[in-house]
């Protein structure tokens, strides 16, 4: 059981790169939600999904965007990588809207 | 839309004590409410889960919750805790928005176990 993936484990960027973050789960999940932790800050809600070709805003959505074309797959882009988005990031999964959700093990960015 | 207070940033405790994480949330109706626990360089794992019904829940490593609407609350407790509860752990928040569903976390509270 694979559940959710997330790839790269860690990424230097420089200021003003673009990347994508891959999230992959195999649960048929239709809920998917991307989040960034900050110290003492918790776990911020980036973008969320609600099923395939449905998205929207979280509580941190400025410089992301976000797809889903696949019930599958919720990637993560960064258009220009600005120093303010160092941090790690987690990719979540759920069976719907409200029921516990199944975490990756994260990308730590971190952007010079 | 929903907020969540974890009040405590650090708690300290020894080893076989008693342990209570402070959860309060904001919303205008009776939320999705849960407690995660993350490992260092872990993700997260989820302790327990309240949803509806009896207000005492129940979850995994002896740890359980109380949901006290009157007070917004919803802290995490254990009887006696094991050096390797020493984590940080997450309250959050789930209700439905205009956008659809959203799940809000605190800020966390990390506690150590001193033997």
């Known amino acids: 059981n694979a559940g959710v993936t997330q790839t790269p484990k860690f990424q230097v960027l420089k200021t003003g790169q673009s990347m994508t973050l891959q999230c992959a789960q195999d649960?048929?999940?239709?809920?998917m939600s991307w989040y960034r932790q900050d110290p003492g800050m918790g776990l911020r809600l980036i973008h969320y999904?609600?099923?395939?070709?449905?998205?929207d805003q979280g509580e941190v959505p400025n410089g992301y965007n976000v797809s889903r074309s696949t019930t599958e797959d919720f990637p993560l882009r960064l258009l220009s990588a600005a120093p303010s988005q160092t941090s790690v990031y987690f990719c979540?999964?759920?069976?719907?809207?409200?029921?516990?959700?199944?975490f990756g093990d994260g990308t730590r960015l971190s952007i010079l | 839309a929903q907020s969540v207070t974890q009040p405590d940033i650090h708690i300290t405790v020894s080893e076989g004590a008693s342990l209570e994480l402070r959860c309060n949330y904001s919303y205008g109706a009776t939320p999705y409410l849960f407690w995660y626990v993350q490992s260092p360089g872990q993700g997260l794992q989820l302790l327990l889960k309240?949803?509806?019904?009896?207000?005492l829940v129940q979850g995994i490593k002896g740890f359980e919750a109380e949901f006290k609407r009157s007070q917004s609350s919803f802290n995490l407790r254990k009887p006696s805790v094991h050096w390797s509860d020493a984590a940080e752990y997450f309250c959050?928040?789930?209700?439905?928005?205009?956008?659809?569903?959203?799940?809000?976390f605190g800020a966390g509270t990390r506690l150590f176990v001193k033997a």
């Open positions: 959050a928040v789930g209700a439905l928005n205009t956008g659809g569903f959203k799940t809000i």
């Open positions: 309240y949803f509806s019904g009896d207000t």
């Open positions: 979540a999964s759920s069976r719907q809207g409200g029921q516990p959700q199944h």
């Open positions: 999904s609600v099923g395939a070709g449905i998205t």
């Open positions: 649960m048929n999940h239709e809920y």
